[in-house]
């Protein structure tokens, strides 16, 4: 999505760690407008597949979820990063490490809001890793569900998590994928 490229370069910040830095849009202060464009796309991407419920992890994932969600016209479901008291009876969970905060999150659906004649489409800010849409892909299919694909915002091509998937037969669909970037640069893949 050239529109998305043209944003991360004029107000994204590469950060040490290969950290790069959208809060001015995407997961800080939201571009309400420009993630409505967003979620058109990834309603067009995904159209002939047929989802019937969108899936994301809290908190940065559910802006983006929404958006696509509300072109689709499709309920969203969250994944918690932690087991509140506001979720009763019986969870799907997986373990998911982090990549921008170094950490391993137990994320938990309540186990009502994924059934097994679902056909959900996952949706997430970042892909780097792909370890939260691994976790995520995980309970769907402990729901016994369908995943029909995944799609970020942003990937993070160079860390080859969303190429991984690819390869396990996952249609992945990255609004802008970052070939490589540094201090002074940031490529796009074509």
């Avoid at 309920?75 to 998911?96: Q, R, Y």
């Avoid at 396990?168 to 893949?189: C, N, P, Q, W, Y």
Wanted: hydrophobic content about 45%; overall charge negative; some cysteine.
């Amino acid at each position: 999505m050239k529109a998305l490229e043209d944003k991360i370069l004029k107000e994204g910040v590469v950060l040490p760690g290969n950290i790069l830095k959208v809060t001015s849009f995407l997961n800080h202060r939201l571009d309400v407008d420009f993630l409505m464009e967003m979620g058109k796309e990834i309603a067009r991407l995904f159209e002939t597949e047929k989802p019937t419920k969108i899936l994301t992890v809290e908190t940065s994932g559910i802006a983006i979820a929404m958006a696509a969600a509300a072109d689709m016209h499709l309920p969203v479901v969250f994944a918690k990063k932690h087991k509140s008291h506001n979720i009763s009876g019986e969870t799907l969970s997986a373990v998911v490490h982090s990549y921008t905060h170094g950490v391993d999150y137990t994320i938990v659906v309540n186990k009502e809001y994924i059934s097994p004649d679902d056909r959900v489409l996952i949706v997430d800010d970042f892909l780097a890793n792909g370890k939260a849409l691994e976790g995520l892909i995980d309970i769907v299919g402990q729901a016994g569900a369908e995943v029909i694909g995944c799609s970020c915002a942003i990937e993070k091509g160079f860390q080859q998590g969303g190429d991984k998937l690819r390869e396990k037969g996952i249609k992945v669909e990255s609004l802008a994928i970052v070939e490589s970037m540094s201090d002074d640069s940031l490529t796009f893949r074509k």
